[in-house]
């Protein structure tokens, strides 16, 4: 089918929940898209920040294609070999001791959630049940988690929210100090808030949070869906700041472009979530657990998290040059690693700059509602690091043409 066609089966067929730019994907190969017309674009969103390896890793298709010949799914009624060793090669390459294993970020931040409050409850501690949280904070779209989120739009309209969960401006360690009590299980952050605009955590803070969870006696956890498996340029953000958290949530590029999500935890959390207390049908299946492990070894063969910091670097050195190139329109770039934005001026809407990009074979997202965010695959070259600089430059001459003219 053509674009036209499917465009308008989309539109009477899908739920209205994504507002999709006007293009129909088919196929990728490494950093690059290419539509149902064959157009070719520079795919700097890879599934927002999930296909770490690029689009056809030989590898990774591979596996995926050899695994779900031998075997996809067995339920958590029985182990499977892919999944005892992926816990092992995921608790190695992080410094963590034990895994669960779910399909979605949103799932891994909400096993956190429940082991945090479990934790203390088994430990006789049952008024432990606040979570503090951050504005601006992504945590994912279930009832749990939009409550955990910053988000306020996110549950208007949904009900009554999940209680015992409080928000604070993101970087004030002061505002937190003011939300520590006993009735305190944990500190959950990101190490740099993905969707709430790429702001990495500000110097300090997430030292200053570790000790504030362990003078209240409560635990810091993390949310590393988004910065995980390299894409800040080590296997965890965290690892940059020198903290080290007792949960972390991890998913998307996990799995490379297979769904999987995890949640890790340090040994002395090991029997926080009793046999029965928690579980998932598709959790740890053979064949995500076999994509994974395969991302885990391409990432470290192929030198992707040093690729990942060399790239980040040329990435950010194009973004300033383009903010600086483009003052009325942009007020500077941040980020870590492969995790990047271009910050616009207060007036100018990221989202409105997508189709502009697209429409010069950039693909890129927004995130909130200011920052222009890229994250391409980490295997990008240097040269697609260029050829998406110049695109940008080119959208953004041409967007500020219009504007003025
Ligand atoms: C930091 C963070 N946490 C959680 C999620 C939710 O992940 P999922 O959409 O897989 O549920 C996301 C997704 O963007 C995210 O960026």
């Keep these: 089918m053509e674009t036209p066609e499917l465009l308008e089966l989309a539109q009477t067929r899908l739920l209205a929940t994504y507002r999709p730019q006007g293009i129909v994907l088919a196929r990728g190969r490494g950093a690059e898209l290419f539509d149902v017309e064959g157009r070719r674009y520079l795919d700097f969103c890879a599934g927002v920040a999930v296909c770490c390896l690029g689009h056809g890793h030989p590898e ?9 010949v031998r075997l996809m799914q067995v339920s958590n009624y029985f182990y499977n070999e892919e999944n005892i060793l992926l816990a092992d ?25 429940k082991l945090a409050r479990r934790h203390f409850h088994q430990l006789g501690q049952t008024e432990r049940v606040r979570l503090i949280c951050f504005e601006r904070a992504f945590h994912g779209r279930t009832m749990a ?26 970087g004030d360690l002061e505002a937190v100090r003011a939300q520590m009590g006993s009735d305190v299980a944990a500190i959950h952050v990101e190490p740099v808030q993905g969707e ?12 200053g949070l570790r000790q504030l969870a362990d003078e209240h006696g409560a635990l810091l956890t993390m949310d590393e869906v988004q910065t995980g498996i390299g894409r800040t340029g080590t296997m965890l953000a965290a690892e940059q700041f020198g903290v080290r958290a007792d949960a972390v949530a991890l998913a998307k590029g996990l799995g490379g472009g297979f769904p999987i ?10 029997d926080s979530l009793p046999t029965g207390t928690h579980g998932s ?7 995500a657990s076999a994509a994974a492990r395969t991302v885990l070894r391409v990432v470290h063969e192929e030198g992707l998290m040093q690729r990942a910091r060399a790239r980040g670097n040329r990435l950010q050195a194009g973004l300033a040059d383009v903010a600086a190139r ?23 809407q990221a ?28 295997i990008v070259s240097e040269a697609e690091v260029d050829e998406a600089v110049a695109k940008l430059d080119e959208t953004l001459t041409a967007v500020g043409t219009a504007i003025e003219g």
Excluded: W
């Excluded at 990774?60 to 779900?68: F, H, K, M, V």
């Excluded at 049908?281 to 064949?287: E, V």
């Excluded at 007020?331 to 007036?347: D, F, I, P, S």
């Design 60 to 68: 990774l298709t591979r596996t995926i294609g050899e695994q779900a």
């Design 89 to 113: 090669e995921l608790c190695r390459a992080t410094g963590f001791d034990r895994a669960f294993f779910c399909n979605s970020g949103a799932e891994a931040n909400e096993a956190v959630l």
């Design 145 to 170: 988690t939009v409550t955990m989120g910053g988000t306020e739009a996110y549950r208007v309209g949904f009900g009554p929210p999940l209680a015992g969960i409080v928000h604070v401006p993101y």
């Design 196 to 207: 709430g605009g790429v702001l990495p955590a500000p110097t300090g803070f997430l030292a």
């Design 261 to 270: 999500g995890a949640m890790l935890v340090r040994e002395t959390l090991a």
């Design 281 to 287: 049908t598709f959790g740890g299946n053979p064949l």
């Design 326 to 348: 483009h003052p009325k329109l942009c007020r500077g770039e941040r980020g870590l690693g492969l995790l990047r934005a271009l910050v616009l001026q207060e007036n100018v």
């Design 351 to 378: 989202r409105d700059l997508l189709g502009p990009a697209r429409e010069r074979g950039l693909l890129i997202t927004a995130a909130g509602a200011t920052a222009l965010r890229f994250t391409p695959p980490l």
